[in-house]
C-alpha cells in the first residue's frame, strides 16, 4: 500500500515521532487510523441514539438533514475544542 500525505500531515507525524511518544511513522498511522475507527463509531452510537429518541420523542418540523448537520457541527465543535 502506498499512502500520500500532505506537507501539514508530513510535519504532524514528524513531530510525534521528535516527541518520542512513537518509535516510526507506521505507529503514528496506525494510531490515527485507531482513532479515526472510535469518532466513526462515535457519530454512529450517537446517531442511533438520536434516532431512538426521535421514535420515543414529539414531533418536529425539523428536516433529518439538519438535525444530522447539527449533531456533525457540535461533534466537531467538540473535536476542535479538544484540540
Known sequence: ?????TEKQTK???SQL????????SEVVRDAIRLHQL???KIIDDLRSEISKA?????????????ARRKFEEIKQTNNNAL
Open 39 to 41: 469518532y466513526r463509531q
Open 55 to 67: 421514535w420515543d420523542g414529539p414531533t418536529t418540523s425539523i428536516k433529518p438533514s439538519e438535525i
Open 12 to 14: 504532524y507525524i514528524e
Open 18 to 25: 521528535e516527541s518520542g511518544d512513537f518509535k516510526n511513522a
Open 1 to 5: 500500500m502506498n499512502v500520500s500525505f
